[in-house]
């Protein structure tokens, strides 16, 4: 949206365009400008935003945000994160029990006092940085796709890797919704007006896992000439049948 505004603002003032393209970038700003404003509005703006890791806090501080502004968006970020899915445990951990007595037969035996220094303890988890400290205290990296870098990070991130796949996969748009509308209707014709709600979500998986290469099309072909299934109600099928594991 930056890169779009800097486009229009100076293309709006180009001389060598004719009033008629001006207006209309005019008014294409005008327009950009008010669903910009309510970006500011707009948690989950600024978390996706943190939360990939081409861009973090260092994507504010370039797009020229004040210190102020930059440092809301990581309380943003740092409240959601310990309210929804911080570990109980990570967060408020008692520091390990003692170690239980030695019986008189070892503490007969001469110890190394040095065995028991406490800077060669292990570390508390009050030490320990979480999740959220550690991703923001890398630098940002080029991904290409942001949700296969969180599946293959979730092990160094385990807590913060769940925030990150619930808000990065959040619809940018409205798009794919009514394009699944759409095709439910050409689905459901009036010819057609009798399938079931199992049969039309299976119907409409089908097509996108054909796109997807996910079921291939010899397959299809080969059920297609199998015998009827006799009776008028449908099987119904289990729960989760539709669940595409990784």
């Not at 501080?61 to 809301?72: F, K, P, Q, R």
């Not at 940002?140 to 796949?165: C, K, N, Q, T």
């Not at 007006?193 to 409409?204: E, G, H, I, M, V």
């Amino acid at each position: 949206m930056d890169f779009i505004n800097d486009k229009l603002t100076a293309h709006a003032h180009d001389r060598s365009l004719s009033p008629a393209i001006k207006a209309s970038l005019e008014l294409g700003k005008k327009t950009l400008n008010r669903y910009y404003s309510l970006t500011d509005s707009s948690e989950v703006y600024r978390i996706a935003m943190v939360l990939h890791p081409r861009h973090k806090l260092s994507y504010f501080t370039t797009a020229g945000w004040e210190a102020e502004w930059v440092e809301t968006a990581k309380e943003l970020v740092r409240d959601v994160f310990e309210r929804s899915y911080k570990q109980p445990d990570a967060r408020e951990e008692e520091d390990p029990a003692p170690a239980p007595a030695a019986s008189s037969k070892a503490s007969s035996k001469p110890a190394n006092m040095f065995d028991s220094l406490p800077s060669l303890s292990a570390p508390t988890q009050k030490e320990l940085r979480d999740d959220l400290d550690r991703y923001l205290s890398t630098d940002p990296e080029m991904v290409g796709d942001v949700l296969v870098w969180w599946h293959e990070h979730r092990g160094m991130y385990p807590s913060l890797s769940r925030m990150a796949l619930d808000y990065l996969t959040i619809p940018a748009t409205s798009v794919d919704v009514e394009r699944l509308f759409s095709r439910g209707r050409l689905l459901l014709s009036h010819v057609r007006s009798r399938l079931s709600a199992q049969s039309t979500r299976a119907l409409l998986c089908l097509g996108s896992w054909s796109r997807l290469g996910l079921v291939k099309d010899t397959d299809v072909l080969a059920v297609t000439v199998l015998d009827d299934v006799e009776g008028d109600e449908e099987p119904e099928l289990d729960d989760g049948w539709d669940r595409i594991l990784l």
